[in-house]
């Protein structure tokens, strides 16, 4: 059997990726590993280093499965990972998630502030730090987190990675999914996921949503657990036995991001309107209502 996966999820952050690689993973004919993220191929962030830890994922990964999942986020951000993947897997497929800047870069600071990668909680002077970010200098960004992750006007500019995209895989080997469309007909959406792999769809019980905004319950057990995180990776220790993963996951709880106000808008909409008409050029959709608040 192939040793490495042929369906790769890569991005973009905060877009539906784990609920995606969820419901799929149900799938009898396709191989999900436990460790959703490996972010083995690209090299400027490389989570699961050396090539015999990242093929152990799969060595479970049996004939009856026709596709094998690698839902590393970042992938698609990265300059590296999408011809890395290509190099080692030449006929791979791509599943990519999209969403609107004005919901995506909330989330995402959300997200990265409860991760301990964000140390500016407020968004508005996050977002001042995005052009210094995008030069690589490391302002409110935990030691060792790449800070092109967190110069948010790039990052969740889209239309730029999927052009770079474009340019290496043809459109046909590349499915796109709306954020927006995934949460309003997840059913829908799943059925044409399976269209594009060639498989006769299987559907959860229930679609939840996975991954929802979330805040720590106690920062200071956080600061552990990311210590504790950077610590094992300092070591080269690759395994991984999901302790650190149960202790951040116990201490969070749910909360709903405040709403960007009209500044905040225009200011996202005045960076981001040529990009996200970029997109859709791109992959041929309307997406001029991404914009409006």
Known sequence: MVELPNLFIIGAPKCGTTALASWLSIHPEIFAPATKEPHHFSAEYCLTSLSLDYKKLYQNWSCNEKWAIDASVWYLHSPTAVPN???AQPDARFIVLLRSPLQMIPSMHQQQVLNGNELENDLVKA??????????EGLAVSDGYPPEHLAYFRS???GWQIERLLRLVD???VHFILHEELERSPEHILRNVYKFLKLTPKMPKAFERINEGSARRYPWLDRIAKSLGDLKH????NFRLGILSWLRRVNRVKRKRNPLDKKQVNEIARRLSSD???LGICIKRDLSCWLDN
């Open 276 to 278: 996200v008409s970029l």
């Open 127 to 136: 977002l001042s730090l995005s052009d210094k970010r995008i030069e690589g």
């Open 234 to 237: 300092r070591s080269g220790i």
């Open 85 to 87: 993947i290509l190099a």
């Open 156 to 158: 969740c500019a889209l």
């Open 171 to 173: 459109t046909d080997r």
